[in-house]
């Protein structure tokens, strides 16, 4: 295969992996990386970087609609990184350093088994949309982590605090790690500290999640194009065909973001993450 | 907006938004910047390929083509020279610097709402960003 045709294939799976992300919520990374090691043999730290900068090139995009709509809580957002991007920068070394000890299977392995963690994950999330009860803690109140928005299905105006922020810090520094090693965005598990540990109503947690996302994945994204791992005859192609697949997937088919789609995806994905496992035991 | 307070709000956190300039600047910034990054990166990746388009795919995917340009001088004389592998390289880090901008303003914004803690906070995020990606990056190359 030459190199116009790897890049219009890459292009292409971008697009999918664009439009199924926005679809599913999952996010395009994890649909981008699998297909780059198993299709086209990348080796996985190209796979990593390329992730990056897929989550780059669509964060930007519906991050800046959610902030424009009022949506992400700049402040609570702003106040995580202080855990995610640590987290990130810590992960995407480790994953450096597991690369140069000739350890890339075991990441292939590790990252099987968190995409079959984290696509059931995400589409089980159990949604609430007002939290009750929520307690803030001295730091909350300290930075004023509370925050109003317009909720356009319940026609009124929700204001929200910030509950237990010590629990939250912790599982943002693990969703860091998580995307820093392996490329994604872990929206999960932001979302899983955003709603259950602060009490986010879920609109919010969802768009705060998107909000951070960016800052991840530029500090996982760093540490790889330092050293060496971003190659832009993979991730160009892939974040302009991700960055278009996600355009689309908003603009075109909102309507279809439902259930019933998401469920179909979830065998392609499953079939995915074992795939990686068995390329990672030597098996595939 | 009128507030409503939302079910089992306690009404004991105050609330402090950002301004509204503050939200539009960033999500100017986002855009702005990725469509930046976009484009140089549609331009070069275009141009590399006008260049080596028919090579084997697997020699570039495995070995970087932008290795050369990974440090301040490479890249200033990569793109003094019109080094195609140059420019894919400058898309890339304007791709990975929108977010941290964005932080940036951040900071701006608590800085001058006199927000002490929240500004203190924004501003150790961004110098471990850059101090993650000047320093520890080229430590682990």
New interface residues.
């Given amino acids: ?7 219009v294939l890459v292009v292409l799976t971008g697009i999918a992996a664009g439009l199924v992300g926005s679809l599913t919520g999952l996010g395009g990374a994890v649909v981008v990386i699998p297909v780059l090691v198993i299709a ?4 996985f730290p ?1 796979a990593v970087g390329t992730g990056f ?1 897929t989550i ?2 669509t ?3 519906t ?3 959610y ?2 709509d ?1 949506l992400s809580d ?2 609570i957002g ?2 995580l ?2 855990a995610t ?2 987290g990130a ?1 810590l992960g995407a ?1 480790f994953t ?2 597991l690369v ?1 000890a000739n350890l890339s299977n075991a990441l292939l392995i590790a990252l099987g088994a968190i995409l079959l963690a984290i696509v059931p994950g995400t589409y089980a999330r159990r949604h609430v949309e ?7 803690d001295a730091r ?9 928005y ?1 909720d356009l299905a319940l026609e ?7 509950g237990r922020t010590r629990p939250a810090l912790g599982v943002m520094f693990g969703a860091g790690v998580t995307s820093g090693m392996f490329g994604i965005g872990a929206g999960v598990f932001k979302v899983l500290a955003l709603e259950r540990y602060l009490g986010l ?1 879920m609109k919010v947690s969802t768009a705060t999640s998107n909000f951070m996302m ?2 991840t ?3 996982g ?17 892939a ?2 065909g991700t ?1 278009a697949g996600a355009y689309i997937g908003s603009k075109v088919l909102p309507g279809l973001r439902n259930q019933t789609v998401r469920w179909l995806f979830l065998p392609v994905m499953i079939a995915l993450a074992l795939e990686i496992i068995l390329r990672g035991l030597g098996l595939a | 907006m009128t507030a409503s307070s939302a079910q089992g709000t306690t009404g004991s956190v105050p609330l402090r938004p950002l301004p509204v300039e503050a939200y539009r600047r960033m999500s100017v910034v986002l855009r702005t910047g990725l469509l930046v990054s976009l484009v140089i990166l549609l331009a070069g990746l275009i141009a590399y390929l006008v260049e080596h388009g028919l090579e084997p795919f697997g020699t570039a995917v495995s070995t970087n083509p932008i290795l050369n340009y990974l440090s301040l001088d490479g890249l200033a004389s990569g793109l003094a020279h019109g080094a195609v592998e140059a420019y894919l390289t400058l898309g890339l880090l304007v791709l990975v610097a929108t977010p941290i901008l964005r932080v940036a303003s951040g900071w701006y914004y608590f800085q001058r709402g006199r927000e002490r803690s929240m500004a203190g906070i924004t501003l150790t995020v961004l110098v471990l960003l850059l101090v993650g990606i000047l320093v520890l990056g080229p430590l682990v190359r």
């Fill in positions: 295969m030459d190199l116009v045709l790897f890049a086209f043999a990348v080796p190209y900068l780059l090139a964060s930007s995009t991050g800046a609609a902030i424009r009022h700049l402040r702003m106040f990184e202080i991007v640590p920068l070394t450096v350093f140069h007002l939290p009750t009860g929520v307690v803030p909350s109140k300290r930075l004023a982590l509370a925050g109003e317009h009124r105006d929700v204001r929200y605090e910030a109503p960016g800052v994945a530029a500090a994204a760093g540490i790889l194009l330092s050293a060496g791992y971003v190659n832009p005859i993979i991730g160009a192609p974040a302009l960055a």
